[in-house]
């Protein structure tokens, strides 16, 4: 039986079209309230299921989403693989505006989010030395190479608190820091997706040069919004291309990614809250 796949749509993308049978459904977790119901449908013969990151419509910015709610429901779900499309900006001027990143380094400077699904009286802890999955990312970049997309395999992605974007002094100071793109979404959605053991792959859509660039000032919310509009088009046909290959994929069940928690959990087994164990059923049930 194969797995349903996630797509997880940032700014942009609110939808997945394409699907057959698609019916939206609402998915309780004890985290609380996910970002929306998730659309569940067939592409093809692989179940996909789509989440928009930050509700249809957009109305929940990228602090107040509750990333734990999402991971959670999405692992109910029974999903083993997540597609992470995210919109951002440029910190390489050889990084123009509608090239795709497969991202796979990130920088946390997130500062109110709640990073982890183990909490006082069950803690566990994750490696995230290399955060995403590479055989999610070799996925991605084979198929934006076979579809023409102009695209970078490999990057470093900095993540700010936001809701306001970076001032130049920042800006300048990612740059040394050798980052490539800059966005506000992607953390800390890889490291539940991690702790989840859910293999995690994010396609970072450059729409706009961040403001150390000369020509920031000159950029205009017409020519974002056209470019995000034609890289969520984009990313459509990518997800469409890739999804029968990842679905198929004989190395998945070996996937470090999905053996995250093997040696994770620290806590003592007569001293675990119940209370978590029973909160953690999906996410870490393997192992608990």
């Avoid at 469409?240 to 679905?247: N, Q």
Wanted: proline share 7%.
């Amino acid at each position: 039986m194969i797995s349903p796949i996630a797509i997880i749509g940032g700014s942009g993308m609110y939808a997945m079209e394409a699907l057959s049978d698609p019916h939206w459904v609402a998915v309780n977790s004890p985290f609380g309230q996910p970002s929306d119901e998730f659309l569940l449908g067939q592409l093809g013969e692989v179940p996909l299921i789509f989440l928009p990151r930050h509700g249809r419509g957009h109305k929940i910015p990228p602090s107040m989403i509750n990333y734990r709610a999402n991971i959670d429901a999405l692992k109910r779900l029974g999903v083993r693989d997540i597609i992470s499309v995210s919109a951002v900006g440029s910190l390489r001027e050889d990084c123009p505006p509608g090239t795709f990143v497969i991202v796979d380094q990130f920088i946390d400077r997130t500062v109110a989010r709640q990073s982890s699904f183990f909490e006082t009286g069950l803690v566990a802890h994750v490696s995230m030395a290399q955060p995403v999955c590479s055989r999610l990312g070799e996925h991605l970049h084979a198929g934006a190479t076979a579809l023409g997309l102009p695209v970078r395999h490999g990057g470093t992605s900095l993540v700010v608190e936001g809701p306001q974007f970076s001032t130049l002094a920042e800006s300048r100071l990612y740059q040394q820091w050798g980052c490539d793109v800059i966005g506000m979404t992607n953390l800390p959605e890889a490291k539940l997706a991690r702790e989840a053991e859910i293999c995690y792959a994010t396609v970072a859509m450059v729409t706009d040069y961040d403001c150390w660039h000369p020509g920031h000032d000159s950029v205009t919310v017409e020519t974002i919004l056209a470019v995000l509009r034609t890289n969520s088009e984009q990313a459509r046909t990518l997800v469409r291309t890739v999804v029968p290959g990842i679905a198929t994929d004989a190395k998945a069940p070996g996937c470090s990614c999905r053996h995250a928690l093997d040696h994770a959990v620290i806590t003592a087994p007569e001293v675990r809250d119940p209370d978590m164990i029973s909160r953690l059923d999906a996410v870490a049930g393997r192992v608990l």
